[in-house]
């Protein structure tokens, strides 16, 4: 299975670049990640813990990074493995590009196999599967480097959950 897509990230390309590399954001950024560890020399280790049709797994695996060229590309080679549910592995080759109004344009190019119970599901749903997860990834991540979209709602967001519970520990003192 192979996709493409670009994306315009409104930050300069060296701190897109320094996302990439950083295992924080993309433990924030893969999709059901509950660990990640390692760093880009040494590579990352990772669980993640997904579900593909009626399969749930969790996976474990690492992902490489190769062909550095800082700070324009970059190819993420992962593999991971579910168990009884199977085994995913794949790439993605990653390029940056000074974009518009001082911001990055992030292409990428993922290739995708996967093996056992996961691949009786289908390509369809392996196929719809993935590219949500490509998708949700880079999504995050642009969000992560970017942040919030309205800063101001954002920051509502953040206050009302604060307010709820004062009202709610004032009712108990009181």
């Known amino acids: 299975m192979h996709m ?3 994306r315009q990230i409104d930050a300069p390309q060296d701190v897109v670049w320094a996302a990439i590399l950083d295992p924080e954001v ?3 950024c893969v999709p059901g990640c509950t660990e990640m560890s390692g760093s880009p020399e040494e590579g990352f280790e990772a669980t993640v813990v997904q579900k593909v049709g009626p399969v749930k797994a ?10 550095m060229d800082a700070p324009n590309s970059v190819t993420l080679t992962g593999e991971g493995k579910g168990g009884a549910a199977g085994f995913a592995k794949g790439g993605a080759d990653v390029t940056l590009k000074p974009g518009a109004d001082g911001g990055t344009e992030l292409h990428y190019e993922v290739e995708a196999k996967v093996g056992g119970k996961l691949a009786q599901l289908g390509s369809r749903i392996i196929d719809g599967f993935a590219k949500k997860m490509a998708d949700q990834f880079f999504s995050n991540f642009q969000q992560a480097v970017e942040g919030p979209a ?3 709602a954002a920051a509502a967001e953040d206050a009302e959950p604060t307010e709820k ?8 003192v009181s």
Do not use: C, H, Q
Request: net charge positive; charged share 40%.
């Open 4 to 6: 493409s897509d670009s």
């Open 26 to 28: 993309l433990k924030a």
């Open 58 to 67: 969790t996976f474990k695996g690492k992902v490489v990074l190769e062909n």
């Open 150 to 152: 309205d800063p101001d």
């Open 165 to 172: 519970k004062k009202g709610w520990l004032k009712r108990i």
